[in-house]
DNA sequence: GCCTGTGAAGCTATTCACAGCT
DNA sequence: AGCTGTGAATAGCTTCACAGGC
């Protein structure tokens, strides 16, 4: 199977997020312009994608806002790999919890881990917390292939090995450092610090329109 | 002045925070291959970026840590722009404040805004919550130039333009839509449902290594 | 006319490979 | 020997431009 890169699966994504709330406003059907000017993108890319995932649309009228969502849904294969174990309930992990509870009903946080016995037992936004010991059982229990990583700097390599060596194949690590994982696993890095730091110099050095993301 | 791209300004960025560690470790002087394996990089890219900001090491010993340190700050002009709005005290917003609190000595979070009657005029983390009504006011007087937006997907544009109004110049945007912004101001979007959709695609499609970020 | 699909071109980013230094 | 700095090569990504269709 070709290899996608990580930037067409996340424009995929943005784009299946745009033609729901173009369906839901009644939209059938957009030309590749709309959609790109919906995106930031252009035209050309917004085809090129399309292009990708296998999916045709007609000249006369663009393309057709359900089959197109419904194609990249398939592509996506959204209908598995929805349980997720977020490490790290301080904060951030229960900012994460919020922002995700409704908001992706393909994904739902089955699990929290945390060694703060003050969260351990706790239910938050409808999610268990399990001491970190936990983590082996909890994960093969409950099926969970993904983490979001939501703990301090220092644990976090210790954090995303565990995790690994329970079945997940998927972070999305929150804390700011690397961290290394067996083969087969896929690390994605949300770095705060670094975004802000890339905000301030272009900022100041007048880069404007949008960066990445 | 010659254009350098944002993967190269995160890169930097990067590079700076784990030089710092090692300066704290002690750690002299550092080769290209060496600072590579901790960024998770090629040797060649390190020497690329290095190149980039005109620092030059030498052969016999590498990059001496503290140099190649002052240079990168130099470069990121990490001195100046350091105030920062927060717009939206919600969920992501008060950890954005509390993750952010002592983190970057160079940024601090100088207001927060919000309409929620129960958080303005309250002080979270230091920081005083001011209704939205007075972004003008606050942003002029403090001096800020950056802002945080944490605030619902449907009020991010109005947000954002209302900052972009009173002076921003830098928005590291959490709300999952594309803000439209003047000119010469830059943003950089945070996108975690995107980022947890690539996650999962990626972790089923067997991608391993770290993706971007 | 204005659209899509797409080969080809153009552009950007990364890596190679080697001269020059210690 | 092993390193840096860097021109050249490669790989990857985006845009152009146009054939073909309505």
Known sequence: MLMISTKVIGRLSFYRRLLKEAAADGTENMFSHELAALAGATPAQVRRDVMTIGYTGSPARGYHVEELRATID?????????????AGVGNLGRALL??????APQFSIAAGFDNDPAKVNR????????????????VAREGIRLALVAVPAGVAQDVAGELCRAGVTGILNFAPVRVWVPDGVYVENVDMSMSLERVAYFARNGANGNGKG
Chains 1, 2 share one sequence.
Request: hydrophobic share 40%.
């Open 98 to 103: 919020s922002y995700f509870v409704g908001k």
């Open 74 to 86: 398939a592509f996506l294969d959204t209908s598995s790999c929805g349980r997720i174990a977020l």
């Open 123 to 138: 239910v938050v936004h409808g999610c268990r917390c399990y001491p970190m010991g936990q983590v082996a059982e909890v």
